[in-house]
């Protein structure tokens, strides 16, 4: 029998609850214009597609969800993942395009609907994805993330 | 249940008596209507029912926009549709120039028949370089955006504290994630919601 351990990444037990916003890629305008196309090499604000913390050691070296408590499988790119927002209940499946978000920067933040909350920040949807379950205008949201 | 994206479909299409506003569509609210979506596309792939790009110009209710991929939209806007431009705002404030999303119905025709529509969104993350009364420059990306805050309409939102009008507690240094609306052809925004996460 296979035990976890408390080491073990915590999207392997099960889903996981985190923060998600979104961030904007590829071909854009006003300050998004520079951004390119991701680690992937891939990314459009116009797919739906989602920035993971842990891509590549040199991605994980950068958003250290760690730092904040949350171990989280490597997941390359094209890795499918399923969000679902605790607001409303919308959930979409987006692939990885680039790494991010940076976590260990907003570690111990924590986002809310009434009184259903979750904290720090573990996956960025593009603006195609994230208007699938939230409006642009919220920011951010509390969400449950699992593989999709 | 006729859904809202079923209800602007059938209005566009003629079969409706009337545009209907879909802000009358019943109890759904912001958060039950993006939940009562429609099955997604394959993930990975160009969403059809999305858009992005700049306003080129606009004749009756209907934006032409060209996407940062040079691919050209019609994004019609009816009574229902939800505008964005740092707070919700009506059709008249859409501008040639302006940078935006959308979300809608793909009809048949191509054109994106809009269920919300957000002008110059942008939603950035950086490190404080800076912070007045009236401005925080940001660092992003190596990039400085220089941040206006707007009175009666700027906030802060520190954690899962209630958003607040005071942004005295924000600190040179510190990283944060500013969501509003730029300044089309500059490297300014007008702030809507700071959000620090402390």
């Not at chain 1, 961030?23 to 090499?41: I, L, R």
């Not at chain 1, 993971?52 to 949350?70: E, V, Y």
Request: hydrophobic share 35%; glycine share 10%; net charge neutral.
């Amino acid at each position: 029998m296979v035990r976890s351990t408390p080491t073990d990444p915590i999207d392997l037990l099960g889903p996981v609850q985190g923060e998600v916003s979104w961030f904007c890629c590829g071909n854009a305008w006003g300050p998004c214009s520079s951004t390119g196309k991701g680690a992937c090499g891939t990314c459009n604000s116009g797919s739906l597609q989602h920035a993971w913390p842990n891509t590549s050691d040199a991605c994980w070296n950068i958003t250290r969800p760690d730092r904040c408590g949350d171990a989280l499988s490597r997941r390359t790119c094209g890795f499918r993942h399923r969000t679902t927002s605790l607001c409303g209940g919308g959930s979409i499946v987006t692939t990885i395009a680039d790494c991010g978000p940076q976590t260990d920067l907003f570690c111990g933040e924590r986002s809310c609907c009434g009184a259903t909350c979750a904290s720090n920040r573990l996956i960025d949807l593009t603006p195609a994805a994230y208007s699938r379950i939230a409006s642009l205008s919220t920011g951010l949201r509390p969400c449950e993330i699992s593989t999709g | 249940m006729t859904t809202r994206r079923q209800m602007l479909k059938s209005a566009l299409l003629g079969s409706g008596a009337t545009v209907v506003a879909a802000t009358a569509m019943g109890s759904l609210g912001p958060e039950a209507a993006f939940a009562a979506a429609p099955d997604q596309p394959e993930p990975g792939v160009l969403d059809p029912d999305f858009a992005e790009g700049r306003i080129r110009s606009i004749k009756d209710n209907t934006l032409m926009v060209l996407g940062s991929n040079m691919v050209f939209h019609q994004i019609r806007v009816v009574d229902g549709t939800s505008l964005w431009k740092l707070g919700p705002v009506g059709f008249d404030q859409a501008r040639p120039g302006d940078g935006l999303y959308a979300r809608g119905v793909r009809m048949p025709d191509g054109m994106l028949a809009a269920e919300s529509v957000w002008l110059n969104i942008v939603n950035i993350k950086g490190h404080v370089r800076n912070i007045t009364n009236e401005k925080i420059h940001l660092d992003h990306n190596g990039k400085d955006v220089l941040c206006h805050v707007v009175p009666g309409r700027s906030v802060a939102v520190h954690s899962d504290a209630p958003p607040s009008a005071d942004l005295s507690l924000l600190r040179v240094g510190q990283h944060v994630q500013i969501m509003g609306a730029w300044r089309p052809d500059t490297n300014e925004v007008d702030i809507a919601t700071v959000f620090s996460p402390h």
